[in-house]
């Protein structure tokens, strides 16, 4: 995980638009990684994961917040309970020490699946 200079300052994540971009996809529950660009952008009712093209790879409407993070600028976390085609799960947004991490954790047929996300860079909308 690198260093995100992309942040503006005082962003509250339940308020406003934030693209994540990503170049790493680790795939916790097989232990597999796939290097691949990919972005996430979260909004107040929903977070969607994109694929390099353009097109949507995972879509979730947020449930509801666990917790807070009032300026995504510092230090923080913030967990969203969502839903995505009658899967659950949680999403993890966090930053310790200028290193922000990604993390997807969904119910897909019964399995529980984690994807983490080397998160590269952080951009309001």
């Given at each position: 995980?690198?260093?995100?200079?992309?942040?503006?300052?005082?962003?509250?994540?339940?308020?406003s638009s934030v693209e994540w971009k990503?170049?790493?996809?680790?795939i916790s529950s097989s232990n597999?990684?796939?290097?691949?660009?990919t972005r996430v952008v979260s909004t107040p009712t929903q977070i969607t994961w994109y694929n390099e093209d353009?097109?949507?790879?995972?879509?979730?409407?947020?449930?509801?917040?666990?917790?807070?993070?009032?300026d995504i600028s510092r230090d923080g976390y913030i967990v969203f309970s969502v839903n995505s085609n009658g899967d659950s799960g949680?999403?993890?947004f966090s930053k310790t020490q200028g290193v922000v991490q990604l993390s997807v954790h969904i119910i897909e047929d019964l399995d529980?699946?984690?994807?983490?996300l080397t998160v590269t860079t952080v951009n309001v909308l």
């Amino acid at each position: 995980m690198s260093f995100v200079p992309g942040v503006v300052l005082s962003q509250n994540i339940l308020t406003s638009s934030v693209e994540w971009k990503s170049a790493l996809t680790t795939i916790s529950s097989s232990n597999s990684s796939v290097n691949e660009n990919t972005r996430v952008v979260s909004t107040p009712t929903q977070i969607t994961w994109y694929n390099e093209d353009g097109t949507v790879k995972k879509q979730f409407a947020i449930v509801k917040p666990l917790g807070s993070w009032s300026d995504i600028s510092r230090d923080g976390y913030i967990v969203f309970s969502v839903n995505s085609n009658g899967d659950s799960g949680t999403i993890h947004f966090s930053k310790t020490q200028g290193v922000v991490q990604l993390s997807v954790h969904i119910i897909e047929d019964l399995d529980s699946v984690i994807y983490d996300l080397t998160v590269t860079t952080v951009n309001v909308l």
